[in-house]
């Protein structure tokens, strides 16, 4: 989804790959940026490997943003036969920077998709305001929905509980012309033709056998309301299409799989049939999703031709997986965006990470900003090898981009309006002194630990707890590191007094100061006054430097904090 971000950028010459074409002009090399299905946050995302290359030579055209995008039929001889004056490419958001959030139920897969997001779930497990925090969470990473459930559109409605019709009207278009027929074979029949066919070590298909209903049986079945779905005739003679990365594709679906069941018997759609009718009717021109979906092309392009339809044009982008090689899923909770906005990272930082883990760029580097990314991007250096995402590494990835905030004015804003509420949310009634809570007062303590902290999040873990709360200690930890702590305590409160005349403290001030302090004192030793100060400010016994806490708290706290060490003797 956050990689969506980067496509609909990266395309100022809108460039994708078409043959020659009369009623085109400038010509060039290269391939074209695209788009997908992610069944979860970062799969199926388009991946950029280091290594490999890509096979084969086409011509490709790129036409200027300022003219008319042309896939007539013309152009190839793959089914890229389309007209549109806009490109709509399922994906979230397009190159034409149309962002469409579908929310489908039906299938059990989470999809984030196209011009839409597309989730998938069983209809009596949809989670009451999912479809609000999918669309949050699109705000959240910068591309907010034109069109949505909450928004509308006018390629609504938007809930695939509300396109039944449909979904049923295409399905029965099917059935009038001979290419699907009703199945009412029952889910124990259906489970032992499973069971059979792993026993004698086959694959599991459905065997057609509704295909071959007289009409009488059929009229008396129907009659008779016995529950039933509905399959799609699967063809032989499946044309070849010319995939945007994988090249020329042809799978003979009808040789290995049973007819697929297009409408179940509760009226929802499967995947096949509502991908097809919802990409036809909202003028989806693109659709490039995760590779696995690569063998189902020919499939959905057999619904095309059944329903008289024109396909869009196809793409399959290889997927994201674990550092270990194994495929991200739905079921790592830690992965949902949610997860990651928690934890406090940015949505440039899960980019960066995603485009660093493959290809599409000449070189990798850590930190690019969105519109280094856009300069950078090279869609002919995208492959068809898939990538390993280590999120090991996103804290790294996170405090660069986190440094980049904190000098951005704007996004600094952004920062410091999320840190009050984590500040608030962890700490609640403990926080003392609501001067904490201040922007200039979190501004200092952002700039202080830039470079230092990977997420605002870590500001709110116990290590710095003093920024936000008085810390307690106890009369035997100061005794045991000298007998002098009063006097240093007053020591401490005198500078402080004298630095109150507006005069903006500093590190590199403030540790010359305490070293002239230290040696005030007839007994103590520099790192012993050190620990002193460090325990009457934060209770801790380490953390960043004495001077910077100083600096963090400000005269005022400090002298507070100094006060109470001498009321506690």
């Known amino acids: 989804m956050l990689l969506s971000s980067f496509i609909h950028c990266s395309t100022p010459s809108r460039c994708f790959p078409i043959k020659t074409c009369t009623r085109c002009c400038q010509y060039s090399t290269g391939r074209s940026v695209r788009i997908l299905d992610t069944p979860v946050l970062l799969k199926n995302a388009l991946t950029f490997n280091r290594s490999g290359g890509h096979g084969g030579k086409q011509q490709y055209m790129r036409l200027k943003s300022s003219r008319k995008r042309c896939f007539s039929s013309e152009c190839d001889e793959v089914g890229h036969q389309h007209e549109h004056g806009d490109v709509r490419v399922r994906f979230a958001p397009s190159p034409t920077g149309k962002i469409m959030q579908r929310i489908c139920l039906g ?9 839409h997001t597309h989730t998938h779930t069983d209809q009596s497990r949809l989670v009451p305001g999912a479809a609000e925090s999918i669309e949050d969470m699109l705000e959240w990473a910068g591309i907010p929905p034109d069109e949505s459930p909450r928004g509308g559109g006018q390629y609504g409605p938007y809930l695939q509980s509300q396109r039944l019709s449909l979904y049923s009207q295409a399905a029965d278009s099917l059935v009038q012309t001979g290419k699907a027929y009703h199945c009412f074979c029952s889910q124990q029949r259906l ?26 049986q059929l009229e008396e079945k129907l009659d008779q309301k016995v529950p039933h779905v509905i399959r799609f005739r699967l063809e032989s003679g499946v044309e070849p299409f010319n995939d945007l990365v994988f090249g020329w594709n042809r799978h003979e679906v009808a040789q290995v799989e049973g007819d697929p069941v297009v409408l179940k018997a509760d009226g929802f759609p499967t995947y096949h049939l509502a991908n097809v009718v919802d990409d036809h009717l ?11 979906w690569l063998i189902s092309t020919s499939k959905h392009l057999l619904l095309y031709r059944a329903l008289g339809w024109k396909p869009p044009v196809f793409g399959h982008l290889p997927l994201l997986l674990n550092r270990d090689g194994s495929k991200l899923s739905k079921r790592q909770g830690d992965i949902y965006i949610q997860s990651f906005q928690r934890s406090g990272a940015l ?10 883990c493959g290809s599409g760029f000449n070189s990798n580097r850590v930190g690019r900003k969105m519109e280094e990314l856009i300069t950078e991007f090279n869609p002919s250096k995208i492959t068809t090898h898939s990538a390993l995402l280590d999120l090991d590494k996103l804290p790294e990835f996170n405090k660069i981009h986190l440094q980049q905030r904190i000098d951005d004015a704007v996004q600094r804003d952004w920062l410091v309006r999320d840190l009050q509420v984590r500040i608030q949310e962890v700490y609640g009634t403990q926080v003392q002194d609501q001067d904490v809570l201040q922007p200039d007062y979190i501004t200092r303590v952002l700039h202080l630990r830039k470079g230092h902290i990977s997420s605002v999040s870590d500001l709110v873990s116990s290590e710095y707890s003093y920024l936000w709360v ?9 005794t045991a590191l000298s007998s002098e702590t009063q006097h ?7 500078l402080m007094e004298g630095l109150k005349g507006g005069e903006e403290l500093t590190v590199d001030q403030l540790s010359v100061e305490l070293k002239t302090l230290a040696k005030k004192t007839s007994n103590t030793k520099y790192r012993d006054v050190m620990k002193i100060i460090r325990l ?3 209770g801790l016994q380490q953390g960043p430097s004495v001077a910077e806490m100083m600096v963090s708290l400000g005269p005022s706290e400090i002298t507070h904090r100094f006060n109470r060490v001498l009321q506690q003797h």
Do not use: W
């Open 107 to 115: 299938g059990g897969v989470l999809n984030y998709t196209h011009l």
């Open 191 to 216: 489970e032992l033709l499973k069971r059979e066919a792993l026993r004698s070590g086959q694959t599991p298909r459905y065997d057609n056998r509704c295909r071959h209903l007289r009409p009488d």
């Open 282 to 292: 909202m003028k989806v021109s693109h659709v490039l999703r995760g590779s696995e």
């Open 347 to 356: 949505p440039e930082a899960l980019l960066d990470i995603t485009t660093h």
């Open 470 to 478: 008085r810390p307690s200690f106890s009369d035997q930890q100061m």
């Open 488 to 494: 240093i305590a007053t020591l401490v409160i005198r």
């Open 536 to 538: 009457a400010l934060s």
